[in-house]
Nanobody, 115 residues
Framework: VQLQASGGGSVQPGGSLKLSCAPS????????MGWYRQAPGNQREFVAS???????YYADSVKGRFTISGDNAKNTMYLQMNNLQPEDTAVYSC??????????WGQGTQVTVSS
């Protein structure tokens, strides 16, 4: 299984970006999908996740600004990021846990927030 992440880029503070994560297999084969991020010099940290039942979880630092969602028809998971701040600058990686409880990681996509 491969996870293809896309949608990163550079924006000014207050701007928005939408990340996408498309698995090579069916999105229905995962119990949970989500995003982690890692800034230079920092450990990787949890950002958001969504379960197959539609429950969502967010890090406190992004609550109210980021929204995670899944589209079974498009076989894609999304992370809508609004009101981005410089502290959101990081490499964002897609993460998934299959119904067989195997963990997968996608390649990272860079998000840079600066004026």
């Amino acid at each position: 299984v491969q996870l293809q992440a896309s949608g990163g880029g550079s924006v000014q503070p207050g701007g928005s970006l939408k990340l996408s994560c498309a698995p090579s297999g069916s999105i229905r084969s995962f119990n949970r999908m989500g995003w982690y991020r890692q800034a230079p010099g920092n450990q990787r940290e949890f950002v958001a996740s969504i379960t197959s039942g539609g429950s969502t979880y967010y890090a406190d630092s992004v609550k109210g600004r980021f929204t995670i969602s899944g589209d079974n028809a498009k076989n894609t998971m999304y992370l809508q990021m609004n009101n981005l701040q410089p502290e959101d600058t990081a490499v964002y990686s897609c993460h998934a846990v299959s119904t067989a409880w195997v963990t997968y990681w996608g390649q990272g996509t860079q998000v840079t927030v600066s004026s």
